[in-house]
């Protein structure tokens, strides 16, 4: 049984902690110790120790992947569907150009949490919230912004200050 994540406590600490969260990730930017890869990606594991997605799948019902041709591509053939209907079913194009769901949450997340195409789900999902990705400070407007969906993109915010000892060791 997975134990149910309160994501309205962590979107308030979020918010709370944004200016402080970008100050460090700006400073983290100019005086990145040279083995922060490593650090953030035994962060990401030790995070992902502690929350669960399948309790909380926020990002599943709120956020939407932009479908590169490739996912489409994929997920259309997974279906047995042409290009076309997929999309006509499933997709339509924002304001920035993007393709995106018609309507949230997925259509593909099961009441249980689960995704229903998970083996071939779209890069943007497999990679979500980028926690593991080497250069963390490269995508700092994205974190700041996964912060305010994901309880773990914000533990990991939260570890990573602590783990680096922001600010004693940057100034």
């Known amino acids: 049984m997975t134990q149910e994540i309160d994501l309205e406590k962590y979107h308030q600490l979020a918010l709370q902690k944004q200016k402080e969260h970008r100050k460090f990730l700006a400073t983290l930017k100019k005086k990145a110790p040279k083995n922060l890869d490593k650090i953030a990606l035994e962060i990401h594991d030790e995070v992902f120790q502690e929350i669960d997605c399948l309790a909380c799948a926020n990002c599943c019902k709120t956020l939407g992947p932009n479908f590169k041709e490739a996912d489409i591509t994929r997920i259309a053939k997974y279906f047995k569907m042409k290009l076309p209907a997929f999309e006509a079913e499933f997709l339509q194009?924002?304001?920035?150009g993007d393709k995106v769901f018609k309507a949230m949450p997925c259509p593909f997340l099961g009441g249980d949490n689960l995704c229903s195409i998970y083996d071939v789900r779209p890069k943007a999902c497999r990679e979500f919230p980028h926690t593991d990705r080497k250069k963390i400070y490269q995508i700092n407007?994205?974190?700041i912004k996964n912060t305010l969906t994901c309880p773990a993109a914000y533990l990991f915010?939260?570890?990573l200050k602590e783990r680096l000892e922001w600010p004693i060791h940057f100034y």
Request: charged share 50%; aromatic share 0%.
């Open 157 to 159: 915010v939260e570890k």
């Open 141 to 143: 407007h994205l974190t």
């Open 93 to 96: 194009v924002d304001e920035d």
